[in-house]
């Protein structure tokens, strides 16, 4: 982590902004004040990222009227825009994937580079370490669920140039401002009647495994159809459809500049998914070979995990068996390669291979225990085989999210992803880039799961 406070250590916020090369999965912001003088959302189009941002609204102005025109311009561009009445006042990005800032700086020409600010940016590593993850994903939560909330309109915009006017001009006393806003003034989150979060949190996660398993299944039950000649008739369905959105996210949503920008995908797709459907499954069938290891996916990994979390073996696993599964899973390297050597004890800037990451992962997370005091090896067995199969969803959310079942550095997408593999008779792989590639497609997905 580290301190920004522009000039007085020289640490300025637009040196923590991603490289274009980063994978995010989408910005969430919740900020003040703002202007149109930082490259915040130049960056989030250039780079084809979604941003969802809320922002305050009042009599005063807070943002620029420039800017939120800006905002509503590119909503078409997967830029959206809610305003707070009055009482916020935080300052907090999260670019998903990456990492957070936390602290005082608005948007802001001033607070990016001339004022003193003090706030500190986390990468994902530091999220993770520190629970931040789940606390800025409540906060987030909360705030999309105010009542309060106003979608940015044109009419917003008008008023506040109007009020930016009446602003200028001295004589005029605030309580002239407030009569000529179209919002009243809100009282603030106190007047918020907050419901018992992990209820909510659950529900609003068993709705979206739902919802989206449905669309896999309707893409299952179609793949064999558009099987290509290298996959043997004997590949389980699901670990097919994943691998055919695997192909599909990887070389056809990819960009030469290194972005993947699902969301434009999913403009346009979402008209139609299933012509999308079946236009990107005939190009899938047509595949001479597989684009981007997909053979190895379904042909040595997968079996390897399925045998090795099978019923009968998964109580008996070594450490040499853990480590290949972890190797195996796409989410869970892909958090790992960002993990600071800290955590595993070597100094911070030590470099590490990706095998050397996923063996000293491996003999991290042995000698760690949940607050249930499970093992990681217990963890997968009981979200596994410990219950229902129907109900396997809701053991896939504790041992992600629950504070006695989960693993820090060990969250929900490896663990949705290698039930996939494990049982792929009854669930799916399941990850970010699933979600990604299914709203690309068109989908009304969430790419969070």
Known sequence: MKLIANGLNKQFFSSFLPPSDSEIDGVVAAIAYGDDKTMFLEHCLKNHHRL????????TVPVAPSFLSKLLLNTRNNIFCKLVPDCLHCKVIWWKGYGAYIGSANLTDRAWNTNIEAGVFYCESDLYSSNLISQLEEFFDNLASLDCCIDLS???????????????????????????????????VNNYDKPKENDKRKDSFRKEWDSTLSVIRNISSQINDFRPDWISEDIPVFWQTDQFLHAYYYNQVHQNDNTYPYEDYHRVNSKDPQAALMNMLSWWKSLS?????????????????REHLSKKNISSLTEDNLQKIFSYTHATMDHVIKMSAETFGHAAKTALNKKERAILFTKWIMAQTNQKGMTVTELLHYVLYDGKTSLMWERIYLAGKDEEYRFQHYGINSIAEVVGWARPEDTPPRNGRTNKALRALGYPVRVNI
């Open 289 to 305: 070979a597989p684009p981007s290891n997909e053979d190895t996916n379904m042909g040595i990994y997968a079996p390897y995990i």
């Open 154 to 188: 044109q009419e917003i915009i008008d008023e506040q140039k109007q009020l930016q006017k009446l602003k200028i001009e001295k004589e005029k006393k605030e309580l002239e401002l407030i009569k000529k806003r179209l919002v009243p003034v809100w009282g603030g």
């Open 52 to 59: 969802d941002i809320w922002m305050r609204y009042d009599h």
